[in-house]
């Protein structure tokens, strides 16, 4: 199937596009997020009208990519599954990675990231993430060492959460984070809050991107508190990999390490909120117990429904609001083309809740990622797609999915208010993690 031809947008829907669908994400934080816009957003259904208002452009102007009439430069909004297909498949060229406002924002904490690298850079840098975070295997290959971190934390954290009968994101987070700072740098890092304090300073001004200009002793404060633990290279971490793992000339492996960081708290988010899914959906919570039952979640094991609950979790609520892609080159495309330097906007949660496309657009459906359907389509990418898929994917998927095991062999919690996310209903838009709360009590 043919893409079909860019349109251009009236000044009026160029001015609906921005209030509707970027000023909303900006709001929230990009890199950050702002809990109280969080909450707003919520409240005022910012998240429905996004979706409703790209069905209405590409009901009027037809599915191919539309451009908004911004002044100076090309702007394009994807209408169509195929054309996230196309551009995310055709990185970094002629889709380049490193778009202008992507740069912009992590030049604050990560200026030699692997998302930011120029062309000559980046393919020495993805190998070497690609090598260390084990990308494509389920189950990383230093699990051993690994899942005895994430078990102990979700182990204090769970029954932390049944003694006071109560769990919210103040009691998951901390945990949570004590957990990636150990698989990430080792035990050492536990308890160091202050390098995770930094680090959300930097990610706040990278919500500003070039709005705000870079603080470089604030970062280079950050960078010095993260290689005491890199010189560390504590065995069974991940900084034991980095230390261990041969790299080229440029890559700078002490650089990639921030974005791991960073990428931990959506991670977090996206756990916390497959736990409000299975806290209100009991047929897929009692699989879920009969999938745990009689193993042992000390060792290293691949748990294929909480993956997929995960999965859906991000599915259901994208951490990665809008992914960016900027052409190298103008670019054919049917009856027209892009422009040299055109920045495509995918805006995932339009392609995650189009009922038109995702049949389960509104359902906790996990079975669609166990039964072939959600990797069959082109519209759903929760972690991006093509040569820049998240090398951190599988990683991500086992530590939530582990974390939220021990969770759930030990406690029973419910979500509160039970309705909020009603089997029987559509499932909301938008879902706050910092204002999820959950009834908790031991398992007998």
Known sequence: MTSAPPAQASAADTVRAATDVLVPILAQGVIARRPAAVRLAGRVGA?????????????????????????????YLLLAPRD?????????????????????????FQPRGVLISPPEARPARRGFNEAVLDTGAPVHHLAGSLVGKIEQEARQAGAAAARRGAFGWDDFAPAWRRAMRRVLLGDGARDDTELTRLLEKLRRDANWAYAKPARTALRHRFDRRLAGHLDRAEPGSLAGLVAGTPAAPGTDPAGQVP???????????????????????????????????????????????????????????????????????????DGGALPEAATALIISSFFHRDERTVPQAHRFDPDAWLDGRARRSEALVPFSAGPGTCPARELVLYSASTFLAVLLRDQDFRLRPFGRLDPARPLPYGLNPFALRFTARARD
Do not use: N
């Open 47 to 75: 998240d429905r009208r996004t979706v409703r208002f790209l069905q209405r452009m590409r009901d009027r102007y037809g599915d191919g990519p539309l451009r908004l009439r911004v002044p100076g430069r090309s702007f």
């Open 84 to 108: 996230v297909a196309r551009v995310l498949a055709g990185s970094p060229d002629p889709f380049a990675l490193d778009a202008v406002e992507k740069r912009a924002a992590l030049r604050h």
């Open 259 to 333: 974005h791991w960081l960073f990428a931990s708290d959506p991670a977090g988010m996206a756990t916390v909120r497959a736990l409000a899914l299975l806290a209100s959906h009991d047929g897929i919570a009692a699989r879920v117990r009969a999938e745990l039952a009689d193993r042992d979640l000390t060792a290293p094991q691949d748990l294929p429904l909480l993956r997929a609950c995960v999965l859906e979790s991000v599915r259901l609520w994208p951490t990665t609001a809008v992914v960016l892609r900027d052409s190298t080159s103008r670019t054919r495309w």
